[in-house]
């Protein structure tokens, strides 16, 4: 019997419980952690809210990511013994494979021997936000030197991860906040240009940022009407990746910008990435060498302890954080 995380109906952060519950003995292909960090994501958020693109038996577990110790492995894995430090790349299913608990298992292929010099805080809030952000900008996208790349949510982890992506090839980050109680603390985190869309016009300040040029890449989880905007702010030939859909609004078709400009408009899932061994490995290989390099460094926000996972979920629902919110067993 370990710890669990489960909820028994739909709705907010409230109906997350902890229960004493038992973990499953790993599959073949599969290794069992005891756990020691979890990072957070809007997709659980989500998932507790009836929201997600699966849809969970009840009662159920959740979680993409974790770090932790290697309890047990199954008898086809190789590569992996018990003992090992390693962290978890999100799995296509948190209902089957669920984060978060004292023990958790995951399948062989997701696991990675993370870096040393990483703490275990730090070695959960890698995976997503920097997969994300390579998928997007890197494969999708081939961002490269001197590109203008607009980031909205910019002090999302995966906001501030693509920031770093972009500075590590030479592009400009341009950070889109929406009030100025980050603006500091996102040029501190490598944005090269804020705009703070409360106190200022976005159209009129990308235009000013990037005069002729124009922004070549847009990496967005909002979308609703500030798509207009920010197709009407981009280059010939550029493109808008949409990774969420955090407006409550609808999101137009911004036709009289794509067609003269010739904008691709294109939607992004991390599994995308993560799906494609080839895509993974390219992956996986840019992020440990940022990592060892210091090109990327995770942001944490807070850090709560397990006991308080509602507390922290409530904390990810407020908005106030800028990077990664961890809990800890």
Not at 241 to 247: A, E, K
Not at 268 to 290: C, M, N, Q, R, S
Request: with cysteine; net charge negative; charged share 20%.
């Amino acid at each position: 019997m370990a710890r669990v995380v489960r909820f028994n109906e739909m709705g907010g952060p409230e109906v997350l419980r902890i229960e004493e519950h038992a973990v499953r003995l790993p599959e073949p292909d599969e290794v069992r952690i005891k756990v020691k960090a979890l990072g957070l994501n809007r997709a659980e958020a989500l998932l507790r809210r009836g929201l997600y693109i699966e849809t969970p038996p009840l009662p159920s577990g959740l979680g993409l990511e974790a770090a932790g110790i290697v309890e047990m492995v199954g008898n086809a894995v190789e590569g992996i013994e018990p003992g090992d430090i390693v962290s978890i790349i999100p799995s296509p299913s948190m209902v089957r494979w669920p984060a978060y608990g004292e023990l958790a298992v995951f399948p062989a292929r997701l696991v990675v021997k993370h870096p040393p010099s990483l703490t275990w805080e730090t070695a959960t809030a890698v995976w997503m936000q920097y997969l994300t952000a390579y998928g997007a900008l890197l494969d999708i996208a081939q961002l490269k030197r001197g590109d203008f790349v607009v980031i909205t949510a910019a002090s999302s982890s995966v906001g501030l991860a693509a920031i770093q992506v972009a500075n590590s090839v030479g592009a400009i980050p341009i950070a889109v906040t929406r009030t100025c109680a980050k603006q500091q603390a996102l040029l501190a985190a490598g944005a090269a240009h804020v705009v703070v869309t409360e106190e200022s016009d976005l159209a009129a300040e990308l235009a000013r940022i990037t005069g002729a040029k124009g922004v070549r890449v847009v990496f967005d989880p909002i979308a609703g009407p500030i798509v207009e905007v920010l197709t009407a702010a981009m280059s010939h030939g550029g493109i808008l990746i949409g990774y969420g859909n955090l407006s409550p609004e609808p999101t137009p078709y911004p036709l009289e910008h794509v067609l003269p400009k010739g904008l691709t408009l294109r939607g992004y899932v991390v599994h995308e990435t993560i799906g494609d061994p080839v895509k993974l490995h390219a992956a996986k290989a840019f992020i440990l060498d940022g990592l060892a390099s210091g090109a990327l460094q995770p942001i944490i926000a807070k850090t709560f302890p397990f006991e308080q996972i509602v507390q922290a979920h409530q904390y990810m629902e407020s908005n106030e954080q800028f990077g990664k919110i961890v809990v800890t067993l």
